[in-house]
């Protein structure tokens, strides 16, 4: 009795209060009273209500491995995530499970994202916070984690009742022992804030990046949570019809794009068009969104093409803006931040997306003004004449310490700002003729310049001009 009356670990009290209570002797007699009122106290501390006794009792009888396990499964992983229910959410989230990125995860549930799911993603959040990555991961996590709320989850808790009476108790035991761990996250958040003005500016950063995910075109987010459904279900018919959608979300991408700064791309072996292309593209949500939505369509709809797969390769990789925790991520990539030790690196949580494909093993097959293009189905030929190629080239430069992309090797690649451009004419060969996807080939002509990248035009110039007309596909002004 002293035990129970003093006793911290919720686990423990549960059932010593059920055996109490349940198979009381006629020595403890004299303890009812106050065994009542250590009932009413975890009551409160647990939003348990009397309700919630019985399946405390029926779970104070389970054999040891099933009262105390905290892991759980999904029941249908096979079902689109925006049909997870709160339980489904906490079991897929909770301690990483599965090598899942569970930022991105939580915010492909977007207003969805239930208080159990938001719960899992805190708790693997605070698992980082004696990593290297930890200042990141709790910048990101630090509004979702001001948010938990103990009697919404036990409301959530109650009203799933397809799970067993041993998950639901280990999300309610989960929800204790976490939202108890506020405090010393508080002050461990802080601790980092104080260390370094970098990491200050992170958490500075995260909650802008918050604030600004409002902002962004539900349209695109639609598509995007519709595509994920598609990949997380597996279904045909969820992805069938897809890419009409995602072509126009990735045609109002790029003429977001200002043409200034696309006809500053000088495409280079190793680093064509296409390669510098994609990174101002989903530099912005709505580009990412567009870009993300294209490249997952293609797999899913087996129409993957070069464009597709470079969009891939920048994506594996880059935490983009699928919501407002990895867009928190992105603007703090990209901030330029150092810390104060020189020899001291910003680490950041890795990602792990699995249902995104590419690679940048793409190279520029065709270059030179074109004589004819001939459709041919879903292809178009397209035929070179020998000429010269007036061209800007960039003979003096530096790299600035903001990200721009990084390699499928994890290699970061930052941006390069030009200092001096020489205008120069080179005599191009022609090109053999190319076939590449017609729908790439819309708005070409005789005389124009473009490059073209394995089966893509990736880039097309009016005659005597280094300004793009067209770019992968899209008619830009």
């Known amino acids: 009795m002293k035990s129970l009356f003093s006793e911290t670990d919720p686990s423990n009290a549960l059932r010593n209060l059920v055996a109490a209570s349940c198979y009381p002797d006629p020595d403890i007699a004299s303890y009812a009273k106050q065994i009542e009122m250590t009932r009413v106290a975890w009551s409160k501390k647990l939003a348990l209500s009397d309700a919630d006794w019985v399946e405390v009792n029926e779970w104070a009888h389970l054999p040891n491995h099933l009262r105390n396990g905290?892991?759980?499964?999904?029941?249908?992983?096979?079902?689109?995530?925006?049909?997870?229910?709160?339980?489904?959410?906490?079991?897929?989230?909770?301690?990483?499970?599965?090598?899942?990125?569970?930022?991105?995860?939580?915010?492909?549930?977007?207003?969805?994202?239930?208080?159990?799911?938001?719960?899992?993603?805190?708790?693997?959040?605070?698992?980082?916070?004696?990593?290297?990555?930890?200042?990141?991961?709790?910048?990101?996590?630090?509004?979702?984690?001001?948010?938990?709320?103990?009697?919404?989850?036990?409301?959530?808790?109650?009203?799933?009742?397809?799970?067993?009476?041993?998950?639901?108790?280990?999300?309610?035991?989960?929800?204790?022992?976490?939202?108890?761990?506020?405090?010393?996250?508080?002050?461990?958040?802080?601790?980092?804030?104080?260390?370094?003005?970098?990491?200050?500016?992170?958490?500075?950063?995260?909650?802008?990046?918050?604030?600004q995910w409002a902002t962004v075109d539900a349209k695109n987010v639609a598509l995007a949570s519709d595509l994920d459904d598609a990949q997380s279900s597996g279904s045909r018919k969820a992805s069938q019809g897809c890419m009409p959608r995602v072509e126009a979300a990735w045609k109002a991408a790029v003429e977001a794009v200002p043409v200034k700064k696309m006809a500053e791309i000088h495409g280079v072996p190793g680093n064509t068009f296409l390669q510098q292309l994609v990174p101002l593209v989903i530099a912005q949500p709505s580009g990412y969104l567009a870009a993300l939505s294209l490249n997952v369509c293609a797999k899913l709809e087996n129409k993957t093409d070069a464009l597709t797969r470079v969009i891939g390769a920048a994506l594996e990789r880059w935490p983009g803006f699928r919501g407002p925790r990895t867009g928190a991520q992105t603007a703090i990539l990209t901030a330029g931040l150092q810390l104060d030790q020189r020899d001291a690196e910003i680490a950041f949580p890795a990602l792990s997306r699995g249902w995104i494909e590419g690679d940048n093993n793409v190279e520029t097959t065709g270059l030179g003004a074109i004589t004819s293009v001939k459709v041919e189905g879903e292809k178009a030929i397209v035929t070179f004449a020998k000429q010269k190629v007036r061209q800007t080239r960039c003979v003096k430069g530096h790299s600035t310490n903001r990200v721009q992309r990084i390699m499928d090797n994890g290699q970061f690649v930052y941006e390069y700002q030009c200092d001096k451009y020489v205008d120069e004419t080179i005599e191009v060969p022609p090109s053999p003729p190319l076939k590449v996807f017609a729908k790439y080939a819309t708005g070409l002509s005789a005389g124009m310049t473009v490059a073209i990248t394995d089966d893509v035009v990736a880039v097309a110039y009016p005659k005597n001009s280094t300004t793009p007309s067209l770019v992968a596909g899209v008619a830009v002004k």
């Open 70 to 211: 905290d892991d759980f499964f999904v029941k249908d992983r096979q079902a689109p995530w925006s049909t997870y229910s709160p339980m489904d959410q906490f079991g897929l989230l909770n301690k990483d499970m599965g090598g899942i990125d569970v930022a991105y995860i939580t915010d492909a549930f977007g207003a969805k994202l239930s208080m159990l799911g938001r719960l899992a993603y805190v708790r693997t959040c605070m698992a980082r916070g004696n990593q290297d990555d930890g200042p990141v991961a709790f910048a990101m996590c630090a509004t979702d984690a001001t948010g938990l709320d103990m009697t919404k989850i036990a409301a959530e808790i109650a009203a799933d009742k397809k799970y067993e009476v041993y998950d639901r108790m280990a999300a309610r035991l989960v929800a204790y022992e976490t939202i108890g761990k506020l405090p010393q996250f508080r002050t461990d958040a802080q601790a980092f804030r104080t260390k370094d003005p970098a990491y200050d500016k992170m958490f500075e950063l995260a909650e802008q990046a918050r604030k």
